[in-house]
């Protein structure tokens, strides 16, 4: 049982590229998120997912845009990264959401913007 | 939104206790707690609900007081392996969004 998969787990990019992190999950969950952790600011919250189909914005969405096109995937895009978004990305899933279920996270993706 | 979290930083001898606070300015339904070691990704400890609960397993344990929105995790006869950085996550009794505290990092040395 894989749990949440990340991939990639490393990737740098240059300023103004796009690139696209995948998240997999095999839980059958309804509930995906996106976060983003930096040092000193603890988790904060992207995107996220209510099913298959719906996404809706989080705490800092800017710059980013996402999918959910099949139940167990979740995917997070950045159309022009910037050195601002140099940080490790996890994404979550939940059986439900309202915060009254437990998040099981992937393993994170860490990624430099030059 | 954002839940703040007390202290940031404390360090432990083996055996001793520590208490984390997490405190939030908006109305919450739940409290989560989860560990994170270096370099790896959070790991579930436990949920608390609406209802001022308390809950435990081994040697940590949390409150929850709804009324104050406030959850403390209680570490008592703190381990080797308790080491790492201790985040509350809040979800809020209006909306689906559900915010993490700053981390608070506890180290334990022998």
């Known amino acids: 049982n894989a749990g949440v998969t990340q991939t990639p787990k490393f990737r740098v990019l240059k300023t103004g590229q796009s690139m696209t992190l995948l998240c997999a999950q095999d839980?059958?969950?309804?509930?995906m998120y996106w976060y983003r952790q930096d040092p000193g600011m603890g988790l904060r919250l992207i995107h996220y997912?209510?099913?298959?189909?719906t996404t809706a914005k989080g705490e800092v969405p800017d710059g980013y845009n996402v999918s959910r096109l099949k139940k167990q995937n979740f995917l997070l895009g950045l159309e022009s990264a910037a050195p601002s978004q140099t940080s490790v990305y996890f994404c979550?899933?939940?059986?439900w959401g309202e915060g009254n279920q437990p998040q099981h996270f992937g393993d994170g993706t860490r990624l430099s913007i030059l | 939104q954002q839940p703040v979290q007390s202290p940031q930083a404390v360090i432990l001898r083996e055996g001793e206790d520590a208490v984390i606070n997490c405190s939030s300015s908006k109305a919450l339904y739940s409290v989560h707690w989860y560990r994170q070691k270096h370099g790896e990704a959070p790991v579930f400890l436990m949920i608390?609900?609406?209802?001022?609960e308390q809950k435990g397993h081994d040697k940590i344990s949390a409150s929850f007081n709804e009324k104050k929105q406030q959850s403390s995790l209680y570490l008592t006869a703190s381990q080797l392996s308790y080491s790492g950085t201790y985040f509350c996550g809040t979800g809020l009794v209006t909306g689906n969004q559900f915010y993490f505290g700053t981390g608070t990092s506890l180290t334990v040395i022998p």
């Open positions: 608390l609900l609406k209802g001022g």
């Open positions: 839980m059958n969950h309804e509930y």
């Open positions: 979550a899933s939940s059986y």
């Open positions: 997912s209510v099913g298959e189909g």
